[in-house]
């Protein structure tokens, strides 16, 4: 049987990326994460595009070169059409066709909420896929989503968020402690050594399976201001413990949603992806929940996680298998559904 070889490009928002696949089996991912947006405190959508301008040529030479094919083998070539900043879209798009257009092979368009959960379908030693039906819980800094997956293309987002996704909660109270940008990641760290009971806050009410971090937001806001006034040196003096408590809070959400969705659908195999699920509260949980409830979670590989473009080429593997291929009028869609 023929190889088939994947070119994955991957430019929804900040990071430029290109993956090449053989069959299920990654080559090479390489990932240009731009820096420029750490100075502002998030990504600034003007910058992130121009920057894919810059990058798309190189990362996509890189990814060919250690992969050690030439690009005449390449079988088809897959972009993210969606969801995502539209000017950072357009520059994956418009490579990706040019490049189809010139070598002559189809082109694939992939919906990147789908690529979040088919990451799991990477090929990889010692990585478990889960099997059909299973529940998805995308969260990172952009998204916040419990997706029912009955199989690779049949997805049903049981629930959502309806304001901020969760990496925004941790990177937006992280502003508001004075941490560098992304502040997940230190968040984290300090919540390890931290009190997780010493700080009460607000859970939101929100019906079923959606989730909002807006009002968590404010109210970490708020109280950071209101004991600050009281004690200048209250961030500095209780920072684990405000960390501790802020993950405690926002891990309670999401397991309790995940609850909620297993307890709805009957379905206990829960994989989880997004830069979020590095998160060692949600890691943590999942264990507890594998010995207290029976469940079986699947987490794959971090740089699989994160945005990358190896989760857009294993996409575009299944829908070559499938002979489902894009016309060359597709165009990139900043709110693209599952
Ligand atoms: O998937 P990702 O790299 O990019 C987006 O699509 O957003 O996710 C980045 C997000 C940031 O909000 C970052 O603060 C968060 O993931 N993050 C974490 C951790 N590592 C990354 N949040 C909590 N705990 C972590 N260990
Ligand atoms: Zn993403």
Same mark, same amino acid.
């Given at each position: 049987?023929?190889?088939?070889?994947?070119?994955? =490009?991957?430019?929804?928002?900040?990071?430029?990326?290109?993956?090449?696949?053989?069959?299920?089996?990654?080559?090479?991912?390489?990932?240009?994460? /731009?820096? %420029?947006?750490?100075?502002?405190?998030?990504? +600034?959508?003007?910058?992130?595009?121009?920057?894919?301008?810059? $990058?798309?040529?190189?990362? @996509?030479?890189?990814? !060919?070169? &250690?992969?050690?094919?030439?690009?005449?083998?390449?079988?088809? @070539?897959?972009?993210?059409?969606?969801?995502?900043?539209?000017?950072?879209?357009? +520059?994956?798009?418009?490579?990706?066709?040019?490049?189809?257009?010139?070598? #002559? *092979?189809?082109? *694939?368009?992939?919906?990147?909420? /789908?690529?979040?959960?088919?990451?799991?379908?990477?090929?990889?030693?010692?990585?478990?896929?889960?099997?059909?039906?299973?529940?998805?819980?995308?969260?990172?800094?952009?998204?916040?989503?419990?997706?029912?997956?009955?199989?690779?293309?049949?997805?049903?987002?049981?629930?959502?968020? *309806?304001?901020?996704?969760?990496?925004?909660?941790?990177?937006?109270?992280? &502003? @508001?402690?004075?941490?560098?940008?992304?502040?997940?990641?230190?968040?984290?760290?300090?919540? /390890?050594?931290?009190?997780?009971?010493?700080?009460?806050?607000?859970?939101?009410?929100?019906?079923?399976?959606?989730?909002?971090?807006?009002?968590?937001?404010?109210?970490?806001?708020?109280?950071?201001?209101?004991?600050?006034?009281?004690?200048? $040196?209250? %961030?500095?003096?209780?920072?684990?413990? =405000?960390?501790?408590? =802020? /993950?405690?809070?926002? !891990?309670?959400?999401?397991?309790?949603?995940?609850?909620?969705?297993?307890?709805?659908?009957? %379905?206990?195999?829960?994989?989880?992806?997004?830069?979020?699920?590095?998160?060692?509260? !949600?890691?943590?949980?999942?264990?507890?929940?594998?010995?207290?409830?029976?469940?079986?979670?699947? %987490?794959?590989?971090?740089?699989?996680?994160?945005?990358?473009?190896?989760? *857009?080429? !294993?996409?575009?593997?299944?829908?070559?298998?499938?002979? #489902?291929?894009?016309?060359?009028? +597709?165009?990139?869609?900043?709110?693209?559904?599952?």
């Amino acid at each position: 049987k023929e190889n088939i070889y994947i070119l994955g =490009i991957e430019s929804s928002c900040d990071d430029t990326s290109a993956a090449i696949l053989c069959n299920n089996r990654i080559l090479s991912n390489v990932v240009a994460d /731009q820096k %420029i947006h750490a100075e502002y405190g998030g990504v +600034v959508p003007e910058l992130a595009s121009r920057a894919h301008q810059q $990058n798309i040529v190189p990362v @996509v030479h890189q990814a !060919i070169e &250690k992969a050690g094919i030439k690009k005449e083998q390449l079988s088809a @070539v897959a972009f993210t059409r969606g969801p995502g900043l539209m000017g950072s879209l357009l +520059v994956g798009t418009s490579f990706a066709k040019s490049l189809a257009y010139g070598l #002559d *092979i189809p082109l *694939i368009d992939v919906n990147h909420m /789908q690529a979040h959960i088919l990451a799991h379908f990477i090929d990889e030693d010692n990585h478990k896929k889960p099997p059909f039906p299973f529940l998805a819980m995308t969260i990172s800094g952009g998204h916040t989503q419990i997706v029912k997956v009955t199989s690779h293309f049949n997805m049903e987002v049981l629930g959502e968020t *309806i304001d901020d996704a969760v990496g925004e909660a941790y990177d937006k109270s992280g &502003k @508001v402690l004075g941490l560098g940008y992304p502040a997940g990641p230190e968040i984290d760290r300090r919540a /390890q050594i931290g009190n997780p009971k010493a700080f009460q806050f607000t859970k939101p009410k929100v019906d079923g399976l959606n989730f909002s971090f807006s009002g968590l937001k404010t109210n970490i806001l708020y109280f950071v201001q209101r004991e600050v006034k009281a004690n200048p $040196n209250f %961030i500095e003096d209780n920072l684990n413990d =405000i960390c501790a408590s =802020i /993950q405690y809070t926002i !891990i309670g959400i999401l397991m309790a949603k995940l609850k909620l969705a297993v307890k709805q659908t009957g %379905i206990n195999h829960i994989a989880i992806g997004g830069g979020v699920s590095a998160n060692s509260g !949600i890691r943590k949980a999942l264990k507890d929940a594998e010995d207290k409830f029976g469940w079986t979670s699947y %987490i794959p590989k971090f740089e699989y996680t994160t945005d990358n473009a190896a989760m *857009i080429a !294993i996409v575009g593997y299944l829908k070559y298998l499938e002979r #489902d291929f894009s016309g060359f009028d +597709v165009m990139a869609t900043a709110r693209l559904k599952i």
